[in-house]
């Protein structure tokens, strides 16, 4: 009998041990998504401030051209112009989030043992989801109210010279003479105001989701950061 029980024992030691290396490789393991996680969420912040910056800046370009539309006289041509251009060339947002996707498609998300983290990386996913939903619906309005009634109307070429010129120089084309009377015809034209209206309206929705992903990527970080000096 006593031979048994010392048989028992140290299987079960054995099995105690096994286990705790386990959970020491799955440790290492998580740690390790950890840091790569918090190095994907420190580039996706900048990328973060950099697209709140530009849609700042269109949603400002898009209020002062309104300014023009109910009659303050435009008396730089090109500026309105670049104010123009401001609005409608934008880039769409792209997520630096290949750790998370990783841990997504490998099944491995149950790795990250913190719910609070967990959580935070499946809120996060789920604003950008949002953002790229209303960013369908702002290219939808931009073709059907901004770029469809400029286009058709316009001679394109002095005007992206004009906006290419002040874009890599600082300054306006002084050689160029942009048209007085096609932009008479756009400030008449209420399909293209209609236009710089919805531009503002959905930009600021995308604004403040952008500043929840940023709130919530800086307190991701800060987790991460105390869940790692805990191992």
Do not use: C
């Amino acid at each position: 009998m006593g031979e048994i029980i010392l048989v028992v024992i140290g299987i079960l030691i054995a099995l105690q041990i096994n286990n705790y290396n386990e959970v020491n490789k799955q440790r290492v393991k998580e740690i390790q998504f950890l840091k790569n996680l918090k190095a994907d969420l420190i580039l996706e912040g900048e990328e973060l401030d950099n697209y709140i910056e530009k849609r700042n800046s269109m949603v400002k370009s898009a209020q002062i051209i309104l300014k023009h539309f109910n009659g303050k006289p435009v008396e730089n041509l090109q500026l309105f112009n670049y104010h123009n251009f401001n609005v409608e060339i934008w880039q769409a947002f792209q997520r630096i989030n290949n750790t998370y996707l990783e841990l997504v498609n490998s099944g491995n998300l149950t790795l990250i043992s913190n719910d609070s983290i967990k959580n935070g990386l499946l809120n996060l996913d789920l604003i950008y989801k949002k953002i790229a939903s209303d960013r369908d619906h702002l290219k939808h309005d931009y073709e059907e109210y901004l770029y469809k009634p400029f286009f058709e109307y316009v001679d394109l070429d002095p005007l992206a010279q004009s906006y290419g010129s002040y874009m890599a120089n600082g300054e306006f084309n002084k050689d160029l003479t942009l048209s007085r009377e096609e932009l008479n015809g756009l400030l008449e034209n209420k399909i293209f105001k209609n236009g710089f209206v919805l531009s503002i309206f959905t930009n600021s929705i995308i604004l403040g989701d952008y500043q929840r992903m940023k709130d919530l990527n800086k307190k991701l970080i800060v987790l991460i950061d105390e869940e790692i000096t805990k191992s």
